[in-house]
C-alpha cells in the first residue's frame, strides 16, 4: 500500500470514529452514568463489532446488503429501532444514586451486534473495502493493514468518548445535570436514527 493510500486511510478513519455517532454516544453516557470500568464492555465490543464488519464486506456479504433493498432495510429499521430503544432507556435517568445501570448497560454483544444494524457502518466497510482491499494486488496484505487500523480506531474513539464520560460523572451528579445530559446523549442516539432511514 502507498504511502498516501496509507495517509487517506488515516484521515477516513480519523474522521469516522472520532465525529459522535451512537458508538461514541453510548460509550460516554454509559461512562458519566456507571463509570469508565462499567463502559468497558462496549468500548472493546465496538471493534470487534468493526473487524467482524470488514471481514465480511470483503467476503462479499456487504455487497449483498448494498444491492437488496429487503436486507437493506431490514438493517436499517433494525438499527433504528435499537438506537430508539437505547435512547428511551438513557433518556429517564436523574441521578447517579438512582440511575439504573441495568438500564444503561450495554453488553460486548450487544455492542458487536450494534456494529451490524447500523446500516452507516454497512456502507462505511464497504466503502473501505472497496477503496483500499477490493481489486489492489496483495488484498489479503492490504486487508491485514486496513482491519487494524479501523480496529485501533473504533478503540481509541470510543476509549477518548469513555474517559470523557467518566471525567464529567462528578460534575453531572450536581443538580439536574446527569437529566440534560442524558436527554442530549438520547437526542443524539434519535439523530442518529432517523438519518439512518434516510442512507
Given amino acids: 500500500m502507498l504511502w498516501t493510500e496509507f495517509t487517506a486511510l488515516l484521515l477516513l478513519a480519523t474522521a469516522m470514529s472520532f465525529t459522535p455517532g451512537p458508538n461514541t454516544a453510548l460509550a460516554t453516557a454509559m461512562a458519566a452514568n456507571a463509570g469508565l470500568r462499567r463502559s468497558l464492555r462496549?468500548?472493546?465490543?465496538?471493534?470487534?463489532?468493526w473487524c467482524l464488519l470488514l471481514l465480511l464486506c470483503a467476503a462479499g456479504v456487504g455487497a449483498?446488503?448494498?444491492?437488496?433493498?429487503?436486507?437493506?432495510?431490514?438493517?436499517?429499521?433494525?438499527?433504528?429501532?435499537?438506537l430508539l430503544w437505547l435512547a428511551w432507556r438513557l433518556a429517564g435517568s436523574r441521578q447517579l444514586v438512582s440511575a439504573r445501570t441495568d438500564l444503561l448497560y450495554v453488553g460486548f454483544g450487544q455492542g458487536v451486534l450494534l456494529q451490524f444494524v447500523n446500516i452507516k457502518a454497512w456502507f462505511l466497510a464497504l466503502s473501505i473495502i472497496a477503496g483500499w482491499v477490493v481489486g489492489q494486488p496483495n488484498v489479503l496484505l492490504r486487508l491485514g493493514i486496513v482491519v487494524p487500523v479501523m480496529v485501533v480506531f473504533a478503540f481509541g474513539s470510543n476509549m477518548a468518548y469513555a474517559c470523557i464520560g467518566a471525567v464529567l460523572r462528578d460534575w453531572l451528579a450536581q443538580g439536574v445535570r446527569l437529566l440534560w445530559?442524558?436527554?442530549c446523549m438520547a437526542a443524539l442516539l434519535v439523530v442518529t436514527a432517523l438519518w439512518m432511514l434516510k442512507v
Fill in 42 to 49: 462496549f468500548v472493546l465490543a465496538v471493534p470487534v463489532g
Fill in 64 to 82: 449483498l446488503v448494498a444491492q437488496i433493498p429487503v436486507l437493506r432495510w431490514v438493517i436499517q429499521i433494525l438499527g433504528c429501532g435499537y
Fill in 181 to 183: 445530559f442524558n436527554r
